[in-house]
């Protein structure tokens, strides 16, 4: 009897205490969401009862949890905060209803430490409590806001006691522990922004299933929404990574917080105590929420690594070897998915950047373009820096960077898939950083593999003697034979050649002389521009497309728009493209002109037989004709001169052995645009003034050989009629090559030039 009314008493003390401070139930919403926010009928948080579960995670919380080595939640599953014998005994039974706050200061001082570390326990993971509530906050919320409502409401609101009632050095000691709740905050709410996972149910939704369940089974809920399988999120994969490592730390604080609710159920929890375990902890979430305040709104990768980086080197000059362990923790783990892209570059050429967050970044250009337009920069602009920053410990290396991948690229399009053999992973590391030694090496091989690609495989140098064979006319015999054959083809218009004749003739000439015996023979064409020389040097000098809107194409000669051309495949057409072939085909142009002067004035020097039959003392105008051809050709022969020897065939030693030397792809394009602008401007074709001089020069010398060639036509047409006409022939001739000489005086003294 006696013990049954112990026990009876027991109950209704129990009852007593647990009116006066109320029942379980909980109103006030996660400043987390929904989450971490569903506290169960039994009063337990789902996030505590997921990591009361967990074994561990994958990095220590700088030995926070260290001291609690071996506490764990019972096994019978049950979560919530519950006092045992003297404090609060919360049973399996139904709980009774909160109805009212009851002041701090009117219960002992021992009942106020439960209260308080009851509270503090939920605010630990970001929850408010009767007594520790958001500073700005009502003192009870919806407990099915949304998530978001939480998220922008709470953004700038701390935790703070509200009850001003309670002991103060009491009230102080938990004080000290609340900016930790506001860190995890801080920190939950980035690396969930950051990392996203399923959607969990509202926080009414996982009580109302804690209540209608066993303890067990709403344990086993909340670990299953705490480890949803992460979806795809929007942001990049660095941030991604770096909110995922921030998780992985969390939970190793959720356990602690959970083995600290095993301490406090079993009432082995005091105030003192928990400052005590939370202390060493109370670094790393500083450490966490430092960075998060460094990084704000930013997702960009460059600037997440930075600052990484820049954050862990302080560290480390600073001495502070927790913070750069946490830190290296942290670099190590979000640049897994930028190293793995940097891999994939310099190692095999290819962009594996879905969230465009690499420092390279691709264009929408086709090299076939290199063959067909003058302005075509693929090789320039198909891979380039992208404009948002590097990470620091990468930007002294961006440039070898994106040519090592470039370099890759071009080898495998042109043989297939290729890697690189002394491939490996690369790592983050704060000292020594191997990675600069794995781009070196990287770079190396593959300007190599390209540079041995060109030059063995595809015969760069053959290719580049072929070129210079045609069009700077190194193969004589190739254009005397073409000029006997299409010469009086070329001197039609434009619009009444037939392309298809002219190649034929090509064709045969190419046959007929030595340069059949290259092997690259085959890929030379022709072309008939829609401009003349002048109308070309302006585009190749300005960049524009080709063509003058001055000239239909129609009113000029074949031999005024006739020129080479060359069939180059990829990838040799990144050392002689469009480019390359217009200042090849200005050059050409340039001497075709020239020769074809010197072959008229030499024509007209062998023409005059009949010349010996006169007197040429009686007949001034005709020996000062003479001497004028003979000036004239003199000056075109020095001019080709010139060029040739003085100009193109020293820059071309030079080049060649240049490009023997060279090391990177890069180098040779260099050489190859060193040579040709030398040529272009040694030759005075970059000065468009003097080149219309030039021009206007040869086109007197052509008007003169067909001033003489009319006047022997017409000695030789009257040679048969004796003496008397042949005189009145060279009378008339005479007259004629004087006319010719007040023309080109007059047309002198009325030009500029």
């Excluded at 260290?66 to 003297?86: D, E, Y």
């Excluded at 928990?274 to 929420?289: G, H, I, K, N, S």
């Excluded at 990829?570 to 002109?593: E, H």
Aim: contains cysteine; glycine residues 8%; hydrophobic residues 45%.
């Amino acid at each position: 009897t006696g013990a049954a009314t112990a026990e009876r008493l027991q109950r209704v003390v129990s009852d007593a205490k647990r009116t006066a401070v109320g029942g379980d139930a909980r109103s006030g919403a996660s400043v987390l969401g929904s989450r971490d926010a569903a506290v169960g009928a039994d009063g337990s948080g789902a996030a505590r009862a997921a990591a009361s579960s967990t074994p561990g995670a994958a990095a220590p919380m700088a030995g926070g949890v260290g001291g609690l080595v071996g506490l764990r939640t019972p096994s019978n599953g049950r979560a919530g905060v519950a006092a045992s014998a003297g404090a609060f005994a919360f049973g399996d039974a139904e709980r009774t209803p909160l109805r009212r706050r009851v002041p701090l200061g009117n219960l002992p001082l021992d009942v106020q430490e439960v209260a308080l570390l009851e509270d503090l326990l939920y605010a630990l993971l970001g929850i408010e409590g009767k007594y520790i509530e958001l500073a700005s906050s009502s003192s009870s919320s919806s407990a099915g806001a949304g998530a978001g409502a939480d998220a922008r409401t709470d953004e700038a609101r701390s935790f703070e006691v509200t009850d001003h009632t309670a002991d103060m050095s009491l009230s102080a000691l938990v004080s000290r522990m609340l900016p930790l709740c506001d860190m995890y905050v801080r920190v939950h709410r980035f690396a969930d922004r950051h990392c996203a996972v399923v959607p969990a149910p509202s926080p009414a939704t996982v009580t109302a299933t804690a209540t209608a369940t066993a303890p067990a089974t709403a344990a086993a809920t909340a670990t299953a929404t705490a480890t949803a399988t992460p979806t795809a999120s929007k942001t990049g994969l660095v941030i991604q990574a770096l909110g995922a490592a921030m998780r992985a730390l969390l939970k190793e604080y959720l356990v602690l917080v959970a083995q600290l609710e095993h301490q406090f159920r079993t009432s082995a929890l005091s105030a003192q105590k928990m400052w005590f375990y939370l202390r060493p902890c109370a670094r790393t979430l500083e450490v966490l929420d430092g960075v998060v305040a460094a990084l704000g709104a930013t997702v960009a990768s460059g600037v997440v690594l930075s600052l990484l980086h820049k954050r862990v080197t302080e560290a480390h000059m600073a001495g502070d070897a927790a913070a750069r362990d946490l830190l290296l923790f942290l670099i190590q783990h979000a640049s897994v998915p930028y190293f793995e892209m940097l891999e994939a570059w310099i190692f095999r050429g290819v962009i594996a950047d879905p969230h465009g967050e690499f420092l390279v970044r691709t264009g929408r250009l086709s090299n076939a373009r290199l063959t067909s337009n003058f302005n075509d920069s693929y090789w320039e602009m198909q891979f380039t820096l992208r404009p948002a920053p590097v990470p620091d410990f990468l930007a002294r290396h961006a440039d070898r960077i994106l040519r090592t991948g470039k370099y890759l690229n071009v080898v495998g399009e042109s043989k297939g898939e290729v890697s690189c053999p002394f491939a490996s992973d690369i790592i983050y590391v704060l000292e020594g950083q191997p990675w600069a030694a794995q781009v070196d090496h990287a770079y190396a091989y593959a300007s190599k593999l390209l540079l041995d690609l060109l030059l063995d495989e595809l015969h760069l140098l053959e290719r580049l003697r072929s070129v210079k064979k045609y069009f700077l006319l190194t193969q004589g015999d190739l254009f005397v034979q073409f000029m006997d054959a299409a010469e009086e083809e070329l001197s039609k218009p434009t619009r009444d050649i037939v392309p298809a004749r002219l190649e034929s003739l090509l064709d045969l000439a190419l046959r007929q002389s030595g340069a059949v015996r290259d092997r690259f023979h085959d890929d030379l064409g022709l072309d008939l521009m829609n401009c003349n020389l002048i109308g070309h040097l302006g585009s190749v000098l300005e960049g524009r497309a080709l063509g003058d809107s001055r000239d239909s194409g129609g009113l000029l000669t074949g031999l005024e728009t006739f020129t080479l051309d060359y069939k180059v495949d990829w990838p040799l057409s990144l050392v002689m493209g469009r480019q390359y072939l217009s200042k090849y085909q200005l050059l050409f142009r340039y001497l075709f002109n020239t020769k074809h002067v010197e072959r008229q004035l030499a024509s007209t020097w062998l023409s005059p037989q009949h010349a010996k039959l006169y007197d040429l003392a009686k007949l001034p105008v005709l020996r000062q004709a003479f001497a004028l051809r003979q000036r004239m050709l003199h000056l075109v022969q020095n001019l080709e001169y010139f060029v040739v020897w003085e100009v193109i065939e020293p820059a071309w030693e030079r080049f060649m052995q240049r490009v023997r030397g060279a090391t990177t792809v890069d180098e040779v394009l260099h050489l190859h645009h060193d040579f040709l602008d030398t040529c272009l401007k040694e030759c005075l074709l970059t000065n468009q003034k003097l080149v219309q001089v030039i021009m206007k020069v040869l086109a007197v010398c052509v008007i003169f050989t067909n001033h003489m060639h009319s006047f022997f036509d017409q000695l030789g047409s009257s040679g048969a009629g004796g003496a008397g006409g042949a005189g009145g022939a060279v009378a008339a001739g005479s007259g004629t090559i004087s006319n010719y000489g007040k023309g080109v005086r007059g047309g002198a003294g009325a030009g500029s030039e």
